[in-house]
C-alpha cells in the first residue's frame, strides 16, 4: 500500500511539474487530468493546493477553468486549503474572453462561499455582482445552479436574505428557466 501512495504522489508530482512548464499543451492536458482526479479523489490533491492557485495565472483558458474546477472539489473537502485561491478566482469571474472560466470561478467561489458563514459573506458580494453582469447570458442557468447549491450550505442568514432579495424579482416575473430557478432558491432560502 506505501508503494502504490508513493507511486501516486510520484505520478501527481509530475502533473504539477506539466501545470507549470512553458508548453500550453502540456498545461492544458496536465490540468484535465488533475480535475478529472479532483471529482474522484479530491482529498489526494490538498497537499498540491498551492500549485493549483499559482496555476489560475496561465494565460490559456482552458488551464483555468479545469483547475478552477478542481479547486471547487477541493474546497468541498477542505475549504482553508484553497483560501488563497478565492484573489485568483475573483480575477477570473469577470474574465473578458472565456465563459467557461467566468462559470468555474463563479463556481469556486460559490462552493468555496458554502462552506461558513464567514466565507460566505466573503463571497456573496462577488456572487451578486456576477449575477447582475451574466443576467441572460449563455452560462447564467448553470450560474443559478451553483447559487441553488451555495444556499444549500452553511450560509449566514445575512447573505441568505441578501440572496432571496436578488432572485424574488426573477422568482415572480423571471420566464423560462430563470424563472424556475430563481424560484427553487427562493424557497431554499426561505426554508432556513
Not at 11 to 40: C, F, N, W, Y
Not at 99 to 106: E, N, S
Not at 130 to 147: K, S
Request: hydrophobic share 40%; proline share 3%; net charge negative.
Amino acid at each position: 500500500m506505501a508503494d502504490q501512495d508513493s507511486k501516486d504522489r510520484a505520478a501527481l508530482d509530475v502533473l504539477m511539474g506539466q501545470l507549470s512548464g512553458a508548453g500550453r499543451r502540456g498545461r492544458q492536458e496536465a490540468a484535465h487530468t488533475i480535475e478529472a482526479i479532483a471529482k474522484a479523489s479530491p482529498d489526494a490533491l490538498v497537499p498540491y493546493a498551492p500549485k493549483l492557485i499559482d496555476a489560475l495565472g496561465r494565460p490559456e483558458a482552458q488551464t483555468r477553468w479545469e483547475v478552477l474546477s478542481a479547486l471547487s472539489e477541493i474546497a468541498k473537502v477542505d475549504a482553508s486549503s484553497v483560501v488563497d485561491a478565492f484573489d485568483g478566482a475573483e480575477a477570473s469571474l469577470f474574465d473578458e474572453t472565456s465563459a467557461a472560466v467566468r462559470l468555474q470561478a463563479f463556481r469556486f467561489i460559490a462552493q468555496y462561499g458554502a462552506t461558513s458563514e464567514q466565507r460566505s459573506e466573503e463571497s456573496w458580494p462577488l456572487l451578486d455582482e456576477a449575477i447582475q453582469c451574466y443576467h441572460g447570458d449563455p452560462e447564467y442557468r448553470d450560474m443559478l445552479v451553483c447559487l441553488q447549491e451555495f444556499v444549500q450550505g452553511s450560509i449566514s442568514d445575512k447573505v441568505r436574505a441578501a440572496v432571496g432579495a436578488r432572485v424574488g424579482f426573477d422568482a415572480q416575473n423571471g420566464r423560462g428557466y430563470t424563472k424556475t430557478f430563481s424560484k427553487q432558491i427562493l424557497e431554499e432560502c426561505s426554508r432556513k
